[in-house]
Nanobody
Framework: QVQLLESGGGSVQAGGSLRLSCAAS????????LGWFRQAPGKEREGVAQ???????RYADSVKGRFRISQDNAKNTLALQMNSLKPEDTAMYYC???????????????????WGQGTQVTVSS
């Protein structure tokens, strides 16, 4: 089992920045791929960024160049630096872990095994 706990959400004006953190614990070998997802009201959950155990990252086109995902070497902390935020970034953001390696492929939410409870990000215009 893996436990995930997000923090760092909040409200910010368009153009601002936020940094999300996710504290991970539990089975180390079930955290071969970590990711950030988001879900806005009335919309499906979508992938934002993913990082493999080798450090390879993938981003959704909508956040490329604005967001950066990172993890510490022990895979205990996952972060998402969000810059140049837009109102359309408003959503609940979730941290997730996947047992299997993700590499250069952007995997769907259904393939992730463990989830945090989420943290709200609100961007006003």
């Amino acid at each position: 089992q893996v436990q995930l706990l997000e923090s760092g959400g909040g409200s910010v004006q368009a153009g601002g920045s936020l940094r999300l953190s996710c504290a991970a614990s539990g089975d180390y070998y079930s955290r071969n791929c970590l990711g950030w997802f988001r879900q806005a009201p009335g919309k499906e959950r979508e992938g934002v960024a993913q990082i493999g155990s080798d450090g390879i990252t993938r981003y959704a086109d909508s956040v490329k160049g604005r967001f950066r995902i990172s993890q510490d070497n022990a895979k205990n902390t996952l972060a998402l630096q969000m810059n140049s935020l837009k109102p359309e970034d408003t959503a609940m953001y979730y941290c997730a872990a996947r047992r299997y390696y993700c590499g250069g492929t952007f995997y769907s939410p259904a393939t992730f095994n463990f989830w945090g409870q989420g943290t709200q990000v609100t961007v006003s215009s």
